[in-house]
C-alpha cells in the first residue's frame, strides 16, 4: 500500500508541471477569448460596410462568424486538456445519426437564412407577414432565426426555417400601396350623392396618387345597407395617414350631409 501511495505521488509530482502549464495555457485562452472575438468581429464589420453589403448579410455573417470561433475554441480547449481532437471527432463521427437528428431543426434554420438571403425575400426595414398572423419589421437576421419589432414595441425571434417554408407577405417590397375602404349607407340615400362625396374626398387628399387607377363603385346590396368601396393608391410610407385621414373625413362629411350610416337593425311586425 505505501508503496502504491509513494507511486502515485511521484506519478502526480511528475505530471504537476504539465498540468500547471496547461492550466495556465486555459486561463490565457479564456481571458483572451472575448477580446480576440470582439476584434475579429470589428474587422468583420468593417470589411463587410466597406464592401457595402445589405445589413441583414452582415448581422448573418456576424452571426456565422462567432459560431464558427466558438466551435474552433471547443477544440482549442480540448485539446490543451489533453483529448486529442481527432479523438473528438471520431467520437462525434459514431454519434453522428444522434448528432444529426438533434441538429435537424438548427440545419434547417441555416438553410433556410441562407435561402432568404440568396433570393432577397425582404430587406431590413421591411414590413412583413408570415401569413400566420404573426408580423413586424425586420430588424436582424442570425444563421438561426430572424427577428421583428412590432408596431407596438414587441421583439419576435422567428425560426429562418419557418420563413423560408412559408408564405411571406412583404408590405414594403414595392413603392406603392392601394388604401382599401369600404362604406355603409342607408338605402334612401340618393347614389349620385355618395359617390359624388367620395370623389371629393379623393381628389381633395393631396397623398392620394391621383394619375393612378383610383375606385369609387358601389359595391353590395346587404339588407340594412348598401356598400361603397374606396380606393385609393398611394406612395408605402403615406398608407395609414391616407387610411386614417379618409376614415375621419368620410365620417364628417357624411354627418354634415345627413347621410345615415346604418347599423344592424331588425324591424318587428305585430299581428292583429
Not at 476584434?39 to 457595402?52: E, F, P, Q, S
Not at 481532437?85 to 441562407?114: D, E, F, H, P
Not at 397623398?207 to 387607377?213: F, G, R, V
Request: aromatic letters at 10%; proline letters at 3%; one cysteine or more.
Amino acid at each position: 500500500m505505501m508503496e502504491f501511495l509513494a507511486s502515485a505521488k511521484e506519478s502526480f509530482m511528475t505530471a504537476l508541471p504539465g498540468l500547471a502549464i496547461r492550466l495556465v495555457v486555459l486561463i490565457i485562452i479564456f481571458s483572451c477569448a472575448k477580446p480576440v472575438l470582439n476584434g475579429i468581429l470589428r474587422v468583420t464589420r468593417v470589411a463587410l460596410r466597406k464592401n457595402k453589403v445589405e445589413p441583414l448579410l452582415e448581422t448573418f455573417t456576424i452571426s456565422l462568424v462567432k459560431t464558427l470561433y466558438y466551435i474552433a475554441a471547443l477544440f482549442i480547449v480540448v485539446s490543451t486538456i489533453g483529448i486529442q481532437a481527432t479523438s473528438l471527432v471520431t467520437v462525434l463521427g459514431t454519434a453522428g445519426i444522434a448528432v444529426g437528428l438533434a441538429l435537424q431543426g438548427s440545419l434547417s434554420n441555416l438553410a433556410g437564412g441562407i435561402l432568404i438571403l440568396m433570393f432577397k425575400q425582404f430587406s431590413k426595414g421591411d414590413y412583413i407577414s408570415n401569413n400566420g398572423g404573426i408580423e413586424g419589421t425586420v430588424d436582424e437576421i442570425h444563421i438561426l432565426y430572424t427577428t421583428l419589432n412590432t408596431p407596438d414595441n414587441k421583439r419576435i425571434v422567428i425560426p429562418n426555417g419557418q420563413l423560408a417554408n412559408n408564405a411571406i407577405i412583404n408590405f414594403s417590397k414595392n413603392p406603392e400601396r392601394r388604401v382599401d375602404l369600404m362604406f355603409s349607407v342607408s338605402y334612401d340615400t340618393p347614389m349620385e350623392k355618395v359617390e359624388k362625396i367620395l370623389k371629393d374626398i379623393m381628389d381633395k387628399n393631396p397623398k392620394i396618387l391621383h394619375d393612378h387607377n383610383n375606385m369609387i363603385k358601389m359595391f353590395k346590396h346587404n339588407a340594412s345597407s348598401i356598400d361603397y368601396i374606396f380606393r385609393a393608391w398611394v406612395k408605402k410610407e403615406d398608407y395609414w395617414d391616407v387610411y386614417f385621414e379618409c376614415m375621419s373625413e368620410v365620417k364628417r362629411v357624411f354627418d354634415e350631409n345627413h347621410i345615415e350610416i346604418p347599423y344592424q337593425k331588425i324591424d318587428i311586425y305585430t299581428k292583429k
